[in-house]
């Protein structure tokens, strides 16, 4: 009973509706911009809002007090919400996917309650009930996934598994992380960030980009297994964890495919267009997940990174790059992957170097993170 994606938006310094930043991607634009901190040795690149697309998200969200990471969440899920006229009144779950919150808080307010996750999702999940449902005091049930790199397709696998069960009507997904200091002086300390344009899977890659901004996904109940005719679906989706290292992935990949494995058996079907990797640029990442996909038995199909487009969006990661595969399903447009030139991995893989115009119907997303965790989401158009 493949639940059915109602609606969906993305908020990003590319565009703040999934069209937008899917267009922007079509014509190779990356929203990467260079970004210099007195902490940092070296400047880095980032996918990070303007002054005045700042000025934008409060207007879109003009309730006083709320940080970045609030605001984002309410400006995706109102989106989705609209699009997909429900409202609270029906059976809705909501599942907020991100890696720190509104950690920003802590560099100018250490003491303040937006820095507690469940509190800033319990503000905003209220102040949507408002507008969204018309019984007073009806407030969905919402749960906040926090599990590293793979938050976002975490969440989808349990929304997923949530309207499976028959709980619910609707699964209203939302991701969203932001760049602030806090996070960049982590992965700085990690010696993870690049001093340039992030290259996936290519030889001379030394680095992540961060990136920030929200993604929300609706899902509905698909009870009687009725498809819709050129509606997309998720079909299948997994998770493993490899317990191999706090910030170091497997090294033999063997879980990261077995992810794979589960989710393609889930989704009924051994075709796909193509793979939408990780692929966040780092030595030892690229390296498991060419390893995982060659265990897998994926890597003939074309393989790309989004990551120079959008940066690594951590939390919001999952839900943004697989709604901007959606577009590319609706689209038949297959995306290639920026900064490739030569392979630097030790397994081969398809990497799809241009912009192809193709009649697509399936396609594999994965995402790795820190503690070993490993997520594979499979979507299909019928």
């Known amino acids: 009973m493949s639940p059915e994606i109602e609606s969906y938006t993305i908020i990003h310094p590319l565009g703040f509706s999934a069209k937008d930043v899917f267009d922007s991607i079509v014509e190779g634009k990356s929203g990467l911009k260079e970004l210099r901190k007195d902490f940092l040795e070296h400047p880095v690149y980032a996918a990070y809002f303007s002054e005045e697309q700042n000025n934008r998200l409060k207007m879109l969200c003009p309730f006083e007090g709320w940080n970045r990471f609030e605001r984002l969440i309410w400006s995706a899920g109102k989106e989705v919400l609209e699009k997909s006229g429900i409202s609270f009144n029906d059976k809705v779950l909501v599942i907020v996917a991100t890696t720190k919150g509104g950690i920003e808080e802590i560099e100018t307010n250490p003491s303040a309650a937006n820095l507690n996750i469940h509190l800033s999702v319990k503000k905003v999940i209220d102040k949507l009930s408002t507008e969204y449902g018309n019984i007073a005091g009806k407030k969905p049930p919402f749960y906040i996934v926090s599990n590293a790199c793979v938050s976002g397709l975490s ?228």
């Open 155 to 382: 969440a989808m696998i349990a929304g997923k598994r949530f309207l499976e069960a028959q709980d619910y009507d609707y699964a209203v997904i939302i991701g969203a992380d932001t760049v602030n200091d806090f996070v960049l002086s982590g992965f700085n300390s990690l010696f993870a960030l690049s001093d340039q344009l992030c290259r996936p899977f290519d030889k001379a890659r030394n680095g992540i980009n961060l990136g920030e901004g929200a993604a929300a996904v609706v899902l509905r109940r698909n009870s009687d297994n009725h498809f819709n005719h050129n509606k997309i679906y998720l079909t299948g989706g997994a998770t493993t964890n490899d317990a191999n290292h706090i910030s170091g992935p497997s090294r033999t990949g063997e879980e990261l495919a077995e992810a794979i494995k589960k989710a393609v058996n889930e989704a009924d079907s051994n075709t796909f267009d193509f793979l939408s990797a990780h692929g966040t640029a780092t030595i030892y990442n690229d390296e498991m997940e060419s390893k995982a996909f060659a265990e897998a038995g994926v890597s003939d199909i074309p393989v790309h990174s989004l990551k120079q487009y959008a940066g690594h969006t951590l939390g919001a990661a999952g839900v943004m790059e697989s709604v901007i595969c959606i577009e590319s399903l609706v689209n038949n447009i297959l995306i290639p992957s920026l900064g490739y030139s030569d392979c630097g991995t030790s397994s081969k893989l398809n990497i799809q170097t241009k912009l192809e115009n193709r009649e697509m119907t399936r396609f594999i997303k994965t995402m790795s993170g820190f503690g070993g965790c490993n997520a594979a989401v499979c979507f299909e158009k019928r």
